[in-house]
């Protein structure tokens, strides 16, 4: 659990929140590993979990008509690649919305800790400090990545 904790407290979505907050996230932590090439999470399936890069990296993926329906392949895409002590799945958390991307494990032995909206959600109604700082976080992280989406959309019409 100490490895555990560690790891958390340098995820940018546990930014600022409590050492006795993130020890009891912990405990709502499951593992899971993936070797290269597996799908973690699937474009447009049900979304209610967060996922922590602890060991390896992933490749967040799009179905390239997404970004431009014109495109004459429908190869997927590659938009980011993610690495430990990143997160994705972060949406899914606040709207229970459908995955805007696929995530696949880029390198053998990438390993997850995942959680639940419900366990998080949980966990912010018995403690709204924990549940201010991750939806403040949450907030900030997402922010960042419209900005970034904002300028691949911009140069590819360029």
């Given at each position: 659990m100490n490895q555990l904790f560690n790891i958390l407290r340098q995820a940018d979505i546990f930014y600022d929140v409590p050492q006795v907050l993130l020890e009891k996230l912990c405990t709502v932590c499951r593992q899971e590993t993936y070797n290269k090439g597996e799908?973690?999470?699937k474009e447009n399936e049900p979304s209610d979990e967060l996922y922590v890069?602890?060991?390896?990296n992933v490749e967040?993926?799009?179905?390239?008509?997404?970004l431009d329906p014109n495109a004459d392949s429908s190869t997927p895409e590659v938009i980011a690649?993610?690495?430990?002590?990143q997160t994705f799945g972060e949406?899914?958390?606040v709207d229970r919305g459908r995955r805007s991307a696929s995530v696949v494990a880029a390198a053998d032995g990438t390993?997850?800790?995942v959680v639940?909206?419900?366990d998080l959600l949980k966990l912010c109604d018995e403690n709204h400090t924990f549940g201010y700082y991750l939806?403040?976080?949450?907030?900030?992280?997402?922010?960042f990545k419209i900005r970034n989406a904002d300028l691949i959309l911009r140069e590819r019409n360029l």
């Open positions: 799908v973690i999470v890069i602890i060991e390896g967040i993926i799009v179905d390239p008509r997404l690649t993610l690495w430990p002590g949406v899914g958390l390993t997850l800790q639940s909206r419900e939806m403040r976080n949450i907030a900030a992280g997402l922010a």
